[in-house]
């Protein structure tokens, strides 16, 4: 038994696609449950979602009156009846085979979470200039996750699917953090000696920012997410998330400290570089305006990450939000007639 877990809030342009898209799964029907948590959306959502409902059974929305996506996924897997929770954003496109790949790698693996690459999809050409940029390790550090063609164990999967009982294992997700949920909750589940399996089968599609703003504004909240979850869990399982903060760190002393004003011009030279190179390399197919936006993107997500992670820092240390985490019980596992 299989509950899909996702949280929505005035989602009118895109509940109803990504639902047709997870009923379209090839997974028997009979042992999905479909589970929404909506945030009190404003819009049609819940009367797109109300009438998908009728003609599908499975379809159950739950309030979510936090209106925080960890706070929504709490409510579903406490709702869920199946075995595995599949965790699914609606900005999202799933392949038929989704489901069923991210079960048969659960039991092929005997991982406690496994899920796919993000592969990100452009509609505009801005998109397609981040898309680029975003498959560079110059972009997101190398994280393995954005690598359609890697596999094996690794500290974090895009989305997930877990098994249920890892949440009475090492609790739900933090209910406070507005970003970086994913990353704090998979910590956790590699500090209580579970698992987690990256697999180019399972494949997932999703649409990044469309705007400098939108994008600056993203990585501004990833970055202040992470040093949350630094500051609460007290390590990260890799330096990666360190590095944008370090190189804001890094640019603001060339800047501020006269004594090494004289090495500024070669570093930021080095960087524009090393960034306008990689910038080539990875858009020349879009041409020299792609090639020229993906080359200001790059210090985009840099300086918001890394400006985010400080100020993640200053908030805090000054004010932690953070307290233990509830867990769920275990159930019988549920196996269809």
């Not at 996924?73 to 609606?90: C, H, Q, S, T």
């Not at 306008?276 to 020299?288: D, F, I, N, T, W």
């Not at 932690?320 to 509830?326: A, L, T």
Request: hydrophobic share 45%.
């Amino acid at each position: 038994m299989v509950t899909i877990a996702m949280p929505a809030w005035n989602e009118e342009p895109y509940i109803e696609a990504c639902l047709r898209s997870v009923q379209a799964q090839d997974y028997p029907r009979e042992r999905l449950e479909i589970l929404v948590a909506d945030g009190g959306s404003t819009d049609r959502t819940r009367e797109l979602l109300a009438a998908l409902a009728v003609d599908d059974p499975r379809i159950r929305v739950i309030d979510n009156p936090e209106r925080l996506q960890a706070a929504g996924l709490n409510r579903l897997i406490r709702a869920a009846r199946g075995e595995i929770v599949v965790r699914m954003d609606v900005h999202c496109e799933y392949a038929p085979t989704y489901v069923r790949t991210c079960v048969e790698t659960l039991e092929q693996t005997g991982a406690d979470n496994v899920g796919g690459a993000q592969r990100a999809k452009a509609k505009t050409a801005f998109q397609q200039a981040l898309c680029a940029a975003l498959a560079s390790p110059v972009g997101v550090g190398g994280a393995r996750y954005r690598d359609a063609t890697a596999e094996g164990f690794v500290d974090t999967v895009f989305l997930g699917a877990f098994r249920r009982a890892i949440f009475a294992r090492i609790g739900l997700y933090d209910p406070k953090a507005i970003t970086n949920e994913d990353a704090e909750l998979n910590q956790r589940l590699l500090a209580a000696g579970g698992s987690i399996y990256l697999s180019p089968a399972i494949e997932v599609h999703y649409y990044p920012r469309d705007s400098f703003a939108t994008l600056a504004k993203q990585y501004w909240k990833y970055g202040r997410g992470r040093a949350r979850t630094l500051l609460k869990l007290g390590r990260f399982p890799t330096v990666r998330p360190l590095i944008p903060f370090a190189m804001v760190v890094g640019a603001s002393a060339l800047v501020l400290l006269p004594p090494l004003w004289p090495l500024a011009p070669l570093a930021f030279a080095g960087y524009a570089l090393a960034t306008g190179a990689e910038a080539v390399r990875v858009a020349s197919p879009l041409g020299l305006r792609g090639m020229a936006t993906a080359w200001a993107i790059f210090p985009v997500l840099h300086a918001s990450h890394g400006a985010g992670f400080a100020g993640g820092l200053l908030r805090y240390l000054r004010a932690p939000d953070w307290g233990p985490v509830e867990t769920v019980e275990e159930r019988p596992i549920l196996r269809a007639v």
